[in-house]
């Protein structure tokens, strides 16, 4: 074996902010930056939280994708379940201006282990008088979704991968009679929001880490020149959004136990971080909700490196959050 004896300049080394699996990219590193704090522990095992929106009641709903389970914590911290189903594997949550729950199904599992028929049904608030607004047979993979003014909702289509642009952002109509595309050939779009307005719908593209900003001429209709690609990740990956009252963009990083909040066009402002993220713990970050009214909002996360759980973090954003069904 040679005798290669480099010197220290020419050794490369880690830097202490450089160790984790998920160091934050140089440049982000500088933006302000807050971390959030743990507010309830949903369970001990790794359960895959998603979907967090907040009732009319001041009630969390969020999901349990793997357990089928449609959950509720109050303002109590009380943990109830409203609905289970196993093969529905649940994604997502939004609240319809008559206070039903409409959940967002990515399916069953085929022989292929994808995710196969999605849907959307309706729930009561009780979880009762189950309804089902986009059939299974339309074909999608249904992530995510949320309401505009109108009573229309957008949803994503997570079909796809890296190079299989098989998804896509959809809007439903009012009458829940036709689902139009608005951004097909998707590599597995995820997270979706509206700016406080209506006009403008984001969307993320889970696969190809990227996030597309449309603005529309009308309900589901991009206008002309609309669509741009006003930033793209690093790493691992954009999961659910959500915006808040001023339009700014919060995206959670799956994969890096963070958010990422971006200005009403697409440059990032600031980030929160989930605490023990240096430490590789609670890593899947997937989404966040906030409260109407408040700069209050909610993470979830599971941490599947250390097996610690199950849990929904609380920070304080930039902007109070806003519900839909208040403009009816």
Known sequence: ?????????????????????APIPFVERDLPTATAEPYFKVGDSSV???????????????????????????P?????????????????????????IFVACVGP??????????????????GGNRQVIVSPKAGHVVDDMVFDREGGFYFTDFRG????????????TPDYREIVPVLPGMCAANGV?????????????????????VELMSPGVRARGGVSVPYTFAGR??????????????????????????????????????PGREGNKYLKSTSLALVPGSRDLVIVARDVVHGEGAMIFTARGLAPGFAMFSHH
């Open 48 to 74: 895959a939280l998603e979907g967090p929106a907040f009732d009319r009641n001041g009630n969390l709903l969020f999901v349990d994708v793997y357990g089928g389970r449609v959950l509720c914590l109050s």
């Open 237 to 274: 990956a954009p999961d659910s959004m959500r915006t808040d009252a001023n339009g700014n963009a919060y995206v959670a990083l799956n994969w890096q136990a963070r958010v990422l909040v971006l200005s009403p066009f697409g440059i990032p402002i600031g980030q929160i971080l989930l």
């Open 1 to 21: 074996m040679l005798d290669i004896q480099p010197s220290e300049r020419s050794t490369l080394s880690y830097l202490n902010s450089t160790r984790c699996l």
């Open 193 to 213: 929001a509206l700016s406080p307005d209506d006009k403008v719908v984001w969307t993320t593209e889970y696969c190809a880490n990227r996030l597309h900003r």
């Open 109 to 126: 599992i085929n022989g292929n282990g994808q995710f196969d028929a999605g849907s959307v049904i309706a729930l009561e608030p009780d």
């Open 76 to 100: 109590k911290r009380e943990l109830t379940t409203l609905y289970v189903e196993q093969d529905l594997h649940p994604a997502g949550i939004a609240i319809h201006k008559d206070g039903r």
């Open 161 to 172: 991968s890296s190079t299989e642009a098989t998804g896509g952002l959809f809007y439903v």
